[in-house]
DNA sequence: GCCAGTCTTGATCGAACGGTCAAGGGGCGG
DNA sequence: CCGCCCCTTGACCGTTCGATCAAGACTGGC
């Protein structure tokens, strides 16, 4: 499992699958998918998984003969959905319209899928022994130029002038935050990012805080 | 382990200990912090750290008899270092030292502690089992006042109008997230905040998008 | 130089865990 | 109603892991 998996692609035996296999194989993966985000790869255990998803280990092992396997399956299917967001911050319109939405957008997925988001966080956390690759190339380059499209900006003198990189590292953690620390979030105000009311506020606050920072008074 | 550990009070056998036994605690101490902060408890393995501080399984098991105590013990040593940097932050002066002295030590606490921060954010992601009593009591009170201190700013017209908790979430996230998702950034960059002009260049951004964020223009 | 208390070691145990195997159940098309 | 293929099961295996135990080595104080 340190090995970096190279491709990251895992078109892992497709065999032909009845329905109720299709929906042993949804079942079982967003059921790791919560396992995995909580206790990392080597601390979750296959049965575990089994029986959250109402079937035995053997059974699990039918549909992925390696825990590995399962652990890139549940991967991959967050990662395309995690990468997205930034794609849609796009250089055309104004950049308070832009960023609003992408701060929005970010924390609708900390409130719909906090477990991708720890997801993520255990995997980097650990150095992204799998991901590793992937952020090299296809993160830093849509971060290079989405970096451009904040520069851009910059120059027409829509907002100050700010490190591009730094501006969406900062939106990334803060609005990852609300998925990754909503354990201590929630000690210390007895709610979280599903409460419509904190979300709103959170959403306004983050918001008012990044724009404030950024444009030009 | 799911067990909350009551009063997080682990005056563990206090037994009398030769120098070369006091040296031994504390590199295990340090190496058991660096492995707990990248597997979690689950994940790691007891023997791991016990090579990785240069002596066998059984004599690790000498010192802390069980892997739990040796996890209690490790967060325990890092709990108050964690606590601190915000204890400083006081009405006293004018809010913009205030809270640009504040990044700056979380900071340099994220350059020079990482796996400390790593070690907190796995707990909270797991749903903070251990800390979970102590982040309830100790850390609310703590973020209580100093949200009471931040709307005493607020209300003297020294800062604008923001929900003071939300503030302090959003210094938290950004400079731990150079400490948690290092990986991630030396993905993209190629560099940490080991590397001191990299530091200075985040201190020096973070610091200017939150103080535009809140001082009145 | 002896002794008590501290440290270190290797052998070993039982449980947990990832994974395999062989056998049987069940549904769907012909 | 038959046969094929997908699914499910329980028994089992080898390894790993946390933990125990008994026995010996080292060290500092007297």
Request: a negative charge; aromatic letters at 8%; charged letters at 25%.
């Amino acid at each position: 499992m340190d090995e970096a998996a190279g491709t990251m692609d895992m078109r892992g035996a497709e065999t032909s699958r009845s329905r109720a296999g299709q929906e042993n194989v949804e079942r079982i993966l967003d059921r790791a998918l919560e396992i995995f985000a909580t206790f990392g790869f080597r601390g979750t255990r296959i049965d575990q998984i089994a029986s959250a998803a109402g079937l035995s280990k053997t059974n699990l092992l039918y549909y992925f003969r390696r825990k590995e396997d399962l652990y890139l399956a549940v991967l991959q299917r967050t990662l395309d959905m995690w990468l997205e967001p930034l794609q849609s911050l796009d250089a055309g319109g104004d950049p308070e319209r832009a960023i609003e939405a992408y701060i929005r957008q970010k924390l609708s997925a900390s409130r719909d899928a906090p477990a991708a988001s720890r997801l993520f966080a255990l995997e980097v956390i650990q150095g992204a022994p799998i991901l590793g690759p992937v952020l090299e190339t296809q993160l830093a380059d849509l971060v290079d130029r989405k970096a451009t499209t904040i520069q851009s900006w910059i120059d027409a003198g829509k907002i100050v002038a700010v490190s591009p990189r730094h501006l969406i590292y900062t939106i990334w953690s803060v609005t990852q935050h609300y998925a990754d620390f909503a354990a201590q979030i929630r000690a210390i105000e007895g709610r979280d990012l599903s409460d419509p009311v904190f979300f709103e506020d959170t959403c306004r606050t983050v918001t008012q805080l990044v724009l404030r920072g950024i444009l030009p008074r």
